[in-house]
């Protein structure tokens, strides 16, 4: 069934190339409510995307909790570039 939503948004993933692509400020809060709204909007009718923000928004409160060790910056980027690289592959 996810699958057929997840087509709804054409065979390429485009849309969700575009939400991967903006995520980080998302999740920070920085775009812009419209921009909010449609990612919103597409994750109603998008399982993997709508999961994947809620494993993100995780990953992120973990991170920043005293709880969770820092990354270096250096580090942290060169993770993010790698998980683009490995997420690119699978949409």
């Known amino acids: 069934m996810s ?5 709804h948004h054409g065979e390429d993933g485009g849309e969700c190339r575009q939400l991967v692509d903006r995520l980080s400020e998302y999740i920070d809060g920085e775009l ?3 921009l909010c709204a449609r990612i919103e909007e597409h994750c109603k009718d998008c399982r993997p995307c709508e999961a994947f923000i809620e494993s ?3 990953t ?3 991170i920043e ?3 969770a060790p ?3 910056d250096e580090a942290r980027a060169e993770l993010l570039a790698a998980w683009r690289r490995v997420d690119d ?3």
């Open 70 to 72: 820092r990354l270096p």
């Open 56 to 58: 993100l928004r995780r």
């Open 65 to 67: 909790s005293d709880e």
């Open 32 to 34: 812009p409510v419209d």
């Open 3 to 7: 699958d057929e939503r997840h087509h």
């Open 89 to 91: 592959s699978h949409l």
């Open 60 to 62: 992120v409160r973990l």
